[in-house]
Structure formats: C-alpha cells, structure tokens
C-alpha cells in the first residue's frame, strides 16, 4: 500500500471510527448502569462496551496511519474537555441530543474524565515516529546492489551466521 493511501484510509477512519466508538460507548454505559442499578447485569450493555473496545484497538496498533489516531484523538479530547469548560462557566456542553441511554452514557463518559483519556491515549499512540514510517521496498538481492543473497545451504541451527 503507497503512504498516499495508507494516509487517506486514515483520515477516513480517523473520522468514522471515533464517533461509532464514541456512540457504541456511551450507550453501552448507559444501558449497562442503567440496569446494574437494578441490580441486573445488561448483556447487550456490556457487549457492545468489548465491540468498542476491539473498534478502538485497530485505532492505537494498525499500520494504518497514525493520523486516524491523531484525529480520533482530536475528537476525543475536544469532547473530553467540555465538561471541564463547562464546570468553569463555559457553557458548551450540549443538550440531549440522543436517547436516555446513549446521553446518560455520554455524560458519564464526559464527566468522569474518560473520553478525555481516550482522546489523550490516542494523540500519544500517534506520536511514535515508527507509525509514520512507510513500510521500506525490499531491494533486489545481488553483488550490483551490495546485498548479500540468502544463505541456501542446509539449515545448522548450532551456527547463527553461515561461515564458508
């Protein structure tokens, strides 16, 4: 894959995968207090809680880009900081915009500081140098390059280096 697309990819899922994270987090939060308060374990709660879970692992490990983390930690850390702007008399949060469950969520998220964990564990997962890196092109082997070629010979596992 060329560094142009694997670039491109990642600003599609630096966009995509924060905010189905972000809404699959916030219901499972919701949907899963919800019913712990009734002393019930919520299956689905906590299913979709490990589904995102796994969506934000492709996130922090791929050698996708490392701009879909530097983006989806933008997001994250910009909704991470509301709450606090919010307490110091900004206020920006917004109203419920969704159902009982993914907003209860959601507000648990904000408040207790977790998606702004989330957006800073993102922005230091794309601060590596190695993520940046292209994937380097094999040279062809041969004396004209300054490559030596494989050893062929049979494997002698006592001997790291082939010695003639």
């Known amino acids: 894959m060329s560094n142009g697309a694997r670039h491109v990819l990642g600003v599609v899922a630096g966009l995509l995968l924060p905010s189905l994270i972000a809404i699959l987090l916030s219901y499972g939060i919701g949907e899963f207090s919800r019913s712990f308060q009734q002393f019930v374990i919520s299956w689905a709660g906590l299913g979709v809680i490990v589904v995102s879970g796994i969506l934000l692992a492709p996130l922090l490990a791929s050698r996708l880009s490392p701009v879909a983390s530097l983006v989806g930690g933008l997001e994250f850390t910009v909704f991470g900081l509301l709450p606090i702007l ?13 159902s009982e469950a993914i ?6 998220l904000a408040y207790s500081g977790i998606l702004l964990m989330l957006g800073v564990l993102l922005l230091v997962g794309s601060a590596f140098p190695s993520r940046w890196r292209s994937t380097p092109q094999p040279l062809p082997a041969g004396p004209a390059y300054g490559v030596i070629p494989p050893y062929r010979g049979p494997e002698d596992a ?7």
């Open 103 to 108: 907003w209860s969520g959601f507000l648990t």
């Open 86 to 98: 919010d307490v110091s008399g900004l206020h920006l949060m917004p109203e419920r915009i969704f």
């Open 158 to 164: 006592t001997r790291p280096i082939h010695r003639e």
